[in-house]
T-cell receptor, first 111, second 113 residues
């Protein structure tokens, strides 16, 4: 079992839809949870990160962590074609030096 | 504020050769991490450098080595290249005290033939 898992997609939605992207993780010691966006042939861009359980909102993006079920989510409201990218979840080890990534979910937002 | 930069953008090498990739960290960041990303997969941690010392290493063989310089820039060296080394190599830098908060550069795409 991989430490962090994501459905690879692709996930195709119409413009304006609410998007839900999800990850599961296996190590209950993980405390921080990151979301990155990666456009084709580019480096990952840090969108936001949360600590422990709860929600965090930044504009159209909301990150949610449920530590009891080891489940993390990223919601995108009013999705735009420019949101079309691969979304990666990641979590650092306790030393804080290594990020473990999921395989990424490819999102396509159609006009 | 200048972000993380990497050079070269892409390169092609032959199996058995050696390669050096370079990274300049974001202004104010003193920690650099390197990742390998195969096509269609998430990045895999290679190692991290802090204060010019290796600060953690992933499951990569010793032919992957690195350096960090006093200005916090870094190099990744790979010896005896194999076909499976073909990937996007990503450098990330972190602000002091938050090594988990990693900001990535655009990557170097390495093709080994």
């Amino acid at each position: 079992q991989k430490e962090v898992e994501q459905d690879p997609g692709p996930l195709s939605v119409p413009e304006g839809a609410i998007v839900s992207l999800n990850c599961t993780y296996s190590n209950s010691a993980f405390q921080y949870f990151m979301w990155y966006r990666q456009y084709s042939r580019k480096g990952p861009e840090l969108l936001m990160y949360t600590y422990s359980s709860g929600n965090k909102e930044d504009g159209r993006f909301t990150a949610q962590v449920d530590k009891s079920s080891k489940y993390i989510s990223l919601f995108i409201r009013d999705s735009q074609p420019s949101d079309s990218a691969t979304y990666l979840c990641a979590t650092p080890n306790n030393a804080g030096n290594m990020l473990t990534f999921g395989g990424g979910t490819r999102l396509m937002v159609k006009p | 504020e200048t972000g993380v930069t990497q050079s070269p953008t892409h390169l092609i090498k032959t199996r058995g050769q050696q390669v050096t990739l370079r990274c300049s960290s974001q202004s104010g960041h003193n920690t650099v991490s390197w990742y390998q990303q195969a096509l269609g997969q998430g990045p895999q941690f290679i190692f991290q450098y802090y204060r010019e010392e290796e600060n953690g290493r992933g499951n990569f063989p010793p032919r992957f080595s690195g350096l960090q310089f006093p200005n916090y820039s870094s190099e990744l060296n790979v010896n005896a290249l194999e076909l499976d080394d073909s990937a996007l190599y990503l450098c990330a830098s972190s602000p002091s005290g938050t090594t988990y908060e990693q900001y990535f550069g655009p990557g170097t795409r390495l093709t080994v033939t």
